[in-house]
């Protein structure tokens, strides 16, 4: 079994940052790449980033330059840096990925950005 626990989220202004973190128990070694997910309201979910058990990184455009994926190992923690926030990031952010054959994602954490 995985657990997924966001966090971090918060109301912020425009230009502002955020960092999220989500913490993994159980057998989160096993989900591999994690991933940031977002679902603003009325909308899909969309993919954000991703980072590999190696520490590749990879990006949606609408992200890139602006937000940066980590992990700690040792902490069992996932992070996602936000930085030069705009409204249009308001949104549930969730993290997870596919581990074990089954997708484990968290509760999700809502980011707010006012303009």
């Known amino acids: 079994q995985v657990q997924l626990v966001e966090s971090g989220g918060g109301l912020v202004q425009a230009g502002g940052s955020l960092r999220l973190s989500c913490a993994a128990s159980g057998s989160s070694f096993s989900i591999n790449p994690m991933h940031w997910h977002r679902q603003a309201p009325g909308k899909q979910r969309e993919w954000v980033a991703l980072?590999?058990?190696?520490?590749?990184?990879n990006y949606a455009g609408s992200v890139k330059g602006r937000f940066t994926i980590s992990r700690d190992n040792a902490k069992n923690t996932l992070y996602l840096q936000m930085n030069s926030l705009k409204p249009e990031d308001t949104a549930v952010y969730y993290c997870?990925?596919?581990?074990?054959?089954?997708?484990?994602w968290g509760q999700g954490t809502q980011v707010t950005v006012s303009s």
């Open positions: 997870g990925g596919i581990g074990l054959g089954r997708p484990y």
């Open positions: 980072i590999t058990s190696g520490g590749t990184t």
